[in-house]
């Protein structure tokens, strides 16, 4: 659970939680985190972590000195309730966080890209209440440029209220974003400091390799990654190497089959 608060005073060191449980045993774990300090007029975001082991939470309920002012009973509608006082003002929309029960994902992509192309992805944080704010990251380095990510509007479903946050991405792809022939693409999904979940992909590099025909002189292209590439012995290459020799050799043949024999 988290408490998104608006027009703070300047400390917060009167504030007291309650945890009602059905039965005090099945309370496991209770940790709260609280901003030591803030400015007036910034917004305070408080959190409260609990784990019940076979039971059902019954309550929590937020006090500043003997007052409170915030009430969540999840069998009760509604089920979040808000009492007024001098300097408080509860953002209902951003409390009470659930967190998506999935990681993020990223589709729409291949495993193979050439220098030039474009790489268009989406990645998509399902189901959270308030919704994941979603970064790209590419090579270890984020992108913040909303050129190449672009930002969607959340989906927002109409039984649970919980929003799904997608972000789109476009880049073009240049020779500085391949790390020996791989670019390792990674998406992060955050809420607030309390949640960060992220996900990776790793495309590779096609290039063009060159390979004879022995039965009718012909050249034909296949395309190999600069991985697949880097995994074969110091004999491969000598073999491409020799293949490029006969093309040449070949084509010289060809522009001069008119006066001598190859």
Same mark, same amino acid.
């Given at each position: 659970?988290?408490?998104?608060? %608006?027009?703070?005073?300047?400390?917060?060191?009167?504030?007291?939680? *309650? *945890?009602?449980?059905?039965?005090?045993? @099945?309370? @496991?774990?209770? %940790?709260?985190?609280?901003? #030591?300090?803030?400015?007036? =007029?910034? #917004?305070?975001?408080?959190t409260c972590e609990y784990e019940l082991e076979n039971d059902d939470l019954y309550s929590v309920k937020w006090y500043k000195g003997k007052r409170e002012f915030f009430r969540y009973t999840p069998k009760e509608i509604p089920s979040i309730k808000i009492f007024k006082l001098? @300097?408080?003002?509860? /953002?209902?929309?951003?409390? +009470?966080? &659930?967190?998506?029960?999935? +990681?993020?994902?990223? /589709? /729409?992509?291949?495993?193979?890209?050439?220098? =030039?192309?474009?790489?268009?992805? #989406?990645?998509?944080? +399902?189901s959270s209440i308030?919704?994941? &704010?979603?970064?790209?990251?590419?090579?270890?380095?984020?992108?913040? #440029?909303?050129?190449?990510?672009?930002?969607?509007?959340?989906?927002?479903?109409?039984?649970? +209220?919980r929003e799904t946050s997608i972000l789109g991405l476009r880049l073009p792809l240049t020779n500085e974003h391949f790390y020996r022939g791989r670019v390792k693409l990674q998406c992060v999904a955050k809420?607030? /400091?309390?949640?960060?979940?992220?996900?990776?992909k790793y495309i590779e590099e096609f290039y063009p390799q060159i390979l004879a025909n022995s039965d009718n002189g012909g050249v034909h292209f296949s395309f190999i990654s600069d991985r697949d590439a880097a995994g074969k012995s110091d004999s491969s290459t000598t073999t491409v190497h020799r293949l490029t020799l006969i093309l040449i050799f070949s084509v010289a043949c060809y522009e001069i089959a008119k006066m001598f024999s190859c």
């Open positions: 659970m988290i408490i998104k608060l %608006h027009n703070w005073i300047y400390f917060l060191t009167s504030i007291m939680l *309650i *945890i009602k449980d059905l039965t005090v045993s @099945g309370l @496991g774990m209770v %940790h709260v985190t609280i901003p #030591n300090a803030i400015q007036s =007029g910034r #917004n305070a975001i408080m001098p @300097g408080i003002r509860v /953002d209902v929309d951003s409390s +009470n966080a &659930k967190f998506p029960e999935e +990681n993020p994902m990223i /589709d /729409d992509i291949k495993q193979y890209y050439s220098i =030039g192309e474009n790489l268009e992805a #989406n990645c998509t944080s +399902n308030p919704p994941a &704010k979603l970064e790209w990251w590419i090579n270890d380095m984020p992108i913040y #440029n909303s050129e190449y990510a672009i930002q969607y509007d959340t989906i927002v479903d109409p039984v649970t +209220n809420i607030y /400091d309390i949640y960060e979940k992220d996900v990776t």
